[in-house]
């Protein structure tokens, strides 16, 4: 299996520009996590879906934060407008029901 | 909310020694993963546990669950230098809304040649 795929795996961006992450998880997973990871605050769960539902978006730290899951092999999320403090690692990962869960390898957003 | 303490936050030994980490919560977990995050990574999975009591080894990883289900320690035989990293534990508890896991904060590893 190819695993979790994110891109791109790097993003730098002017403040004020939209942002798009994307995902594509393990096949046959039915959980997809979207984590942020800083120095300061480690790792943060933002936002995870079952099924392609949102079950759980307390973690999203704005309303210029927003996640799809438009289906199950497909997902992003979207930061408009991007401001400097939204300069982090950002982590998708996946799971199929309670087992191991497994996650892609990042992208690195900066943010002028 | 559930939390884990993670300890040691870092650890620096010599190639060939042995390490060992755990991780600690006021909470039951029903599931312990042990997770290795290299420079520039994603983490990736070391080891899961599913059953209080239950040890499991991977290669020279050791990792046990352990029997009240709110601990879980993680140990690595003859240490090498590309052991360097940091190590996340995560639970999955078992009340509403489990199933999201709860992380660590990591312990960092430098192992000297």
């Known amino acids: 299996d190819a695993g979790v795929i994110q891109s791109p795996r790097h993003e730098v961006t002017e403040m004020g520009q939209e942002v798009t992450l994307r995902c594509k998880p393990i096949?046959?997973?039915?959980?997809l996590f979207w984590y942020r990871q800083t120095m300061m605050r480690g790792l943060e769960l933002l936002i995870y879906?079952?099924?392609?539902?949102?079950?759980?978006d307390s973690g999203m730290p704005e309303d210029r934060f927003s996640a799809k899951m438009p289906n199950a092999s497909f997902s992003t999320l979207k930061i408009q407008p991007s401001e400097p403090r939204d300069s982090a690692v950002y982590f998708c990962?996946?799971?199929?029901?309670?087992?191991?869960?497994?996650f892609g390898p990042g992208t690195r957003l900066t943010v002028t | 909310g559930q939390q884990l303490n993670q300890s040691p936050q870092s650890m620096f030994i010599q190639e060939g020694e042995d390490v060992s980490m755990n991780c600690t919560s006021s909470s039951i977990f029903n599931t312990w993963l042990w997770y290795k995050q290299d420079p520039g990574e994603g983490p990736v999975l070391l080891i899961a546990l599913y059953k209080a009591g239950e040890l499991t080894s991977n290669g020279r990883l050791t990792a046990q669950f352990g029997i009240t289900r709110k601990d879980s320690f993680l140990n690595i035989s003859a240490s090498i230098p590309s052991d360097v990293g940091i190590y996340f534990c995560?639970?999955?508890?078992?009340?509403?809304?489990?199933?999201?896991?709860?992380f660590g904060k990591g312990t960092k590893l430098t192992v000297n040649p």
């Open positions: 096949s046959g997973h039915d959980y």
């Open positions: 879906f079952n099924n392609n539902v949102p079950i759980d």
């Open positions: 995560a639970g999955q508890g078992e009340k509403s809304g489990s199933e999201k896991l709860v």
């Open positions: 990962a996946s799971r199929k029901g309670l087992l191991e869960q497994y």
